[in-house]
């Protein structure tokens, strides 16, 4: 029997899923698998019972993906199950800030128990008169599974859609609508831009991305969306951009601090509503723990963002699993094939393997110098 252990409020959808071979329990110590949302697991020492760790969404900045590394912990996440979820919320954000729409909520609010209301909203609404999206030309900075649905979508809303992606493959830009034009260099498509909506992860290399010099390049005005991470932002250049007018508005959907209390009407901050519906959530929970039942069960991997994807179609018999460093994979693999053991896949991710192995009635002695865990499944 696996143990499954929770933080946050997790979908009953998703842990719904568990099997028989599954139970929950209170105490995540004693877990081989944890299911979380965005609970901080910086600070916790893991057990060595503890085999993975499945992120109900996209984003592990909450979870020491290296750490977990280092001690055979695979970290899933759930690519694409939040997507329209966020897509929606970006298009929202979109369309608020075109249509002044915060203020204009605002000031309609300010009336209240205010005699002659008619009169006042038909006096004061023009202060609000905001500008149409179709016609205007949206850039998108990252065309992953997000980035992708915002450019299709915005196409469907009449405007002119420009994406650049670093790392963009063939199959994501045959999902992308014919009409969008896709750039190698942001300088390209920042001055064409009368929005900008970025979706990219945040790493050590898109962190504070969008600083001074990436402002300076856009046009006059511009209205960037940010539905990604705060830490892709430089706050003190965000700021000192709308002071001086070059960005007319920020929309964003976290709530940090220098953005915040700053108090700007030009800023527009939601408080990470992104993936807060009922579907995403729901869909994030499945796709979390179904990966992580199938590495308990069967050690293969979909979705790590910090070991290979690996896979071996079951057979009669038991199996075996094994995290390694990179470079003690072979050593296991010889071993594994001394015992009789053919049946096995394998891949490395920078300083990791993983192996499966389909072992039926044979035996194999998995300590080989490198290995950081190794499991026989029955």
Avoid at 165 to 181: G, V
Avoid at 209 to 223: E, F, I, L, P, W
Wanted: a negative charge; proline letters at 3%.
């Amino acid at each position: 029997m696996y143990k499954i252990g929770t933080f946050n409020k997790i979908s009953p959808v998703g842990l719904g899923k568990l099997t028989d071979a599954f139970t929950l329990i209170e105490n995540p110590d004693e877990a081989n698998g944890i299911i979380l949302r965005s609970y901080d697991m910086h600070e916790m020492d893991f057990s060595d019972e503890l085999l993975a760790i499945g992120r109900a969404g996209a984003g592990t900045n909450n979870i020491p993906v290296d750490k977990c590394a280092e001690q055979g912990i695979v970290v899933f996440n759930s690519p694409g199950a939040n997507a329209n979820a966020v897509k929606e919320l970006c298009l929202c954000g979109l369309i608020l800030a075109a249509r002044n729409v915060p203020a204009g909520l605002a000031f309609a609010k300010s009336l209240v128990g205010s005699e002659g209301i008619g009169k006042q909203v038909e006096k004061g609404k023009g202060q609000f008169a905001g500008t149409e999206i179709a016609g205007k030309t949206l850039g998108v900075i990252g065309l992953g599974a997000i980035g992708r649905m915002v450019a299709n979508a915005a196409v469907g809303l009449g405007m002119d859609v420009i994406g650049y992606d670093a790392f963009l493959t063939d199959a994501a830009r045959a999902d992308l609508d014919a009409s969008i034009k896709v750039v190698e260099d942001l300088a390209e498509m920042y001055p064409q831009c009368d929005y900008i909506s970025i979706h990219v992860p945040a790493n050590d290399a898109t962190k504070g991305m969008m600083n001074a010099a990436a402002y300076a390049q856009m046009k006059d005005g511009v209205t960037f969306l940010n539905f990604s991470r705060d830490k892709l932002i430089n706050d003190d250049d965000l700021l000192a951009a709308l002071e001086s007018g070059k960005v007319g508005k920020y929309v964003t959907d976290f709530a940090d601090d220098a953005i915040l209390n700053a108090d700007r009407a030009d800023i527009i901050v939601l408080p990470h509503l992104g993936a807060s519906s009922a579907e995403a959530e729901d869909n994030c929970a499945v796709m979390a723990v179904t990966q992580v039942m199938e590495y308990l069960e069967n050690g293969n991997i979909k979705n790590s963002v910090n070991m290979p994807n690996v896979s071996l179609a079951p057979a009669a018999g038991a199996r075996a699993s094994v995290i390694c460093k990179a470079d003690a994979a072979a050593a296991v693999i010889a071993k594994l094939a001394e015992a009789g053991v053919t049946d096995v896949a394998s891949a490395t991710r920078g300083d990791y393997a993983a192996i499966v192995a389909n072992l039926g009635d044979k035996t194999c002695d998995l300590a080989v110098d490198g290995v950081i865990k190794a499991r026989v499944i029955a």
